[in-house]
């Protein structure tokens, strides 16, 4: 079995954002990897902004063996949604001046349209928010640019799902730790809550450490990143030892978003991720707001 090369560098793209945040805590002790961020900060970065020019960019870089993509616009930009598709082309155009042979890009759950059943990569995406078409827009124009370039590199997608410490509920429980406040959470006619896939940070830099470091030839282009099973967010509440307030469900809310992981477990050899409450959120501190 052959493994990606060691020689170079990973370039990790956004690293300043909450994903990047979350990955440099779990990769602080590898020595392969160039962080970019839009300023310097702490950590040792590449200080370039995804708007500055490309050939400027690449003219600094070393040869470069695998990029991931962690930029993008969040939900709560609307106007700027469209920038995914472009900054997933940017990391492409990077990829391949840098000699990189893959690029991960991140993702969404959003893209599916939520059932009662576990969601897998084979299932047509049906987005029923402007955020989620946004990331199928993009995850469209990688497929395209991959159909484009196929001796170009390989283009892996992760629809990830919500990462704690970088996922509304986590910003929720942060801000009601520092008020003294209860959570609110969607209470259905059924008498349950939302349940969604969900995954630790720690689980986040396993996964993404997998896809940069195993055989290429393994690789899939798209793969679902979340532990096995949905988790029921009061149970994330309440292991947080936070107070839980409900209200009635909206008519548009969503009880049920779960990825089915069976590429994933497949793919790193992991017969179950745990979803339960405590092994999602050890190392979390609502204090902090983002998992450590």
């Known amino acids: 079995m052959t493994h990606q090369r060691h020689d170079a560098p990973v370039l990790v793209l956004g690293s300043t954002g909450q994903l990047g945040k979350l990955l440099r805590h779990h990769w602080r002790d590898r020595q392969d990897v160039t962080w970019q961020a839009r300023h310097r900060g702490a950590v040792p970065v590449l200080d370039w902004s995804a708007r500055d020019d490309l050939s400027a960019l690449t003219r600094r870089l070393p040869r470069t063996r695998a990029v991931v993509a962690l930029w993008g616009v969040r939900a709560d930009r609307p106007d700027a949604l469209g920038d995914n598709t472009e900054l997933a082309l940017r990391a492409i155009g990077i990829a391949r001046a840098t000699g990189a042979d893959r690029v991960l890009h991140c993702s969404s759950a959003a893209v599916y349209r939520p059932g009662p059943d ?118 994330l509440v309440r292991h947080a030892g936070l107070d839980l307030a409900w209200r009635p469900a909206p008519a548009t809310a969503v009880p049920l978003v779960e990825l089915d992981t069976s590429r994933l477990r497949r793919c790193i050899g992991q017969t179950d991720i745990s979803a339960a409450a405590p092994d999602l959120m050890a190392g979390w501190s609502p204090a902090w707001g983002v998992t450590r």
């Open 118 to 235: 576990p969601l897998a990569e084979t299932d047509i995406p049906a987005p029923i928010n402007a955020y989620g078409q946004a990331k199928l827009d993009m995850e469209q124009a990688i497929a395209a640019e991959q159909d484009r370039d196929p001796k170009g590199p390989w283009n892996i997608v992760m629809r990830i799902g919500n990462v704690i410490g970088a996922d509304s509920l986590s910003r929720a429980m942060a801000q009601a730790s520092q008020d003294g406040t209860a959570v609110t959470l969607d209470r259905f006619a059924d008498g349950t809550g939302p349940r969604r896939s969900f995954l630790s940070a720690a689980g986040l830099a396993r996964s993404i450490a997998w896809l940069v470091d195993g055989p290429s030839h393994a690789l899939p282009r798209v793969i679902n990143l979340a532990a096995t099973g949905a988790t029921d967010m009061a149970d």
